[in-house]
Structure formats: C-alpha cells, structure tokens
C-alpha cells in the first residue's frame, strides 16, 4: 500500500463510521526504516510519526526536523525511567506510560522542565506476560492517580494478542477510557486498523503499510 491509500483507507472508515476524518490521527510508524523511506513520507507532507526506542529517535528526527520544520513525534515503545527526559524533549506525546515508578518520574521532570507531552497509558488487554501495559484491572486506578499527578493524559493504548480477534480488546479499551472520561484511544495498526476506527481510535499505528517491510540490521 502507500501513504495515499492508507489515508483513502482512513477516510472510507471514518465516514462508515459516521466520524469525521479529522479525528483520526495518522501515525506513520518510522521505526527501523531507513531515512530514504521517512524522507518520502515527508515529501508528501505527512508531519506525524511514531518510534519506539528514543535512541532512534534521536538520532533521526533532528536532522528531519531541521530539513523539514515541525513534525509531530510519538514515541510508542516501552519507555525506560533513565530514558524519560530525552524522550520528554523529542516527542509530542508517549503512547506507553504503564506504571507508578514511570509516572512518577515523568511527573517530576514535567515539573523541572516546564512542558509536558500528551500522555496515553498503555493497557495489557490481553494480559500478556511478555508485554507491557498495566492489567484492565488495575487499570482505573492507575488512571486516577496519573491524573492525580497533573499528568496530561489524554487517552488509553493497546496492543491486541497477535492470535485474537481485536475488536475485542478494541472494545474493552474503549469502554475503560470513557466511564474514566478520557477521549483518546491509540489502537489499530496496519492489519487492524480500519476496525479500530469503528470502535473509536482517535490514532491508527501504521507501519509497513506504509513503508513496506521493516530492514532490520544483521
């Protein structure tokens, strides 16, 4: 596929949905590909882009933004606690707040740096030992002292098992951001995200829809 027809795809969704076009948010997730790729993207106007390891980020999005202005950054992998400042400076919003020490510590530097991005927390709605997120059950009251914090988050992420259905986990991130009232919902990648869309997301990951296959270093 391609830039066009994934934001063709956006707009089919959304107007099924009888939503419109401007609440989605397209995240060109830009992890692992090499600059040649990101810089066609950015030649056809597309600001918004996701990484996952802040390392990378660093190194990448500098250069672009110097090249090209103001991009929009969201960093959507685990974040470590040593790593919160320099990812705090990078990015616009981070899509994996997931637990009391993180929050704590990014409530602290938001305090010394004056600015804070838009936070999502991150929810393990399929409680999967190897992935991160906080458990649905605990999910609330995570909630509620995030905000507690005067942290800004704006809304809740997921990602699905790989072997069920996501709508299901879709619907379940849905229900437990709005009986806490927060309006944004980043779920949906490349092979679900139309579905996504219907449920609710406010920001669809897309990667290799977009890019194609990711160039792993050997």
């Known amino acids: 596929m391609s830039l066009t ?5 956006i707009a089919d969704s959304c107007l099924k949905a009888g939503r419109a076009v401007d609440d ?3 995240i060109a997730v830009s992890k692992v590909q090499p600059n040649a790729r990101v810089a066609q993207i950015l030649d056809q106007g597309h600001r918004c882009f996701g990484e996952n390891k802040v390392q990378e980020a660093a190194g ?3 250069a672009f933004r110097e090249a090209y202005g103001q991009i929009e950054l969201h960093l ?9 400042r320099q990812a705090m400076e ?7 707040l997931d637990r009391p020490k993180l929050a704590t510590t990014i409530a602290r530097l938001a305090q010394e740096m004056g600015q804070c991005p838009d936070l999502f927390i991150q929810v393990n709605t399929g409680e999967e030992d190897q992935k991160a997120g906080c458990l649905p059950a605990d999910a609330d009251t995570f909630i509620k002292d995030a905000l507690a914090m005067d942290l800004p988050v704006r809304g809740l992420m997921c990602i699905p098992p790989v072997d069920e259905e996501p709508s299901l986990h879709f619907a379940l991130l849905a229900k ?5 009232g927060l309006k944004g919902l980043s ?4 092979s679900d995200f139309e579905t996504a869309i219907a449920l609710g997301a406010t ?9 194609g296959d990711r160039i792993y270093e050997q």
């Open 5 to 9: 027809s994934i934001q063709g795809a």
């Open 24 to 26: 989605v948010t397209l």
């Open 60 to 62: 990448k999005w500098p």
């Open 76 to 84: 959507i992998g685990p974040l470590q606690t040593n790593k919160a």
């Open 90 to 96: 990078l990015a616009q919003a981070i899509h994996t």
């Open 176 to 180: 437990i951001a709005a009986r806490n």
């Open 187 to 190: 779920m949906g990648m490349s």
């Open 203 to 211: 920001h669809v990951r897309v990667g290799s829809a977009i890019f």
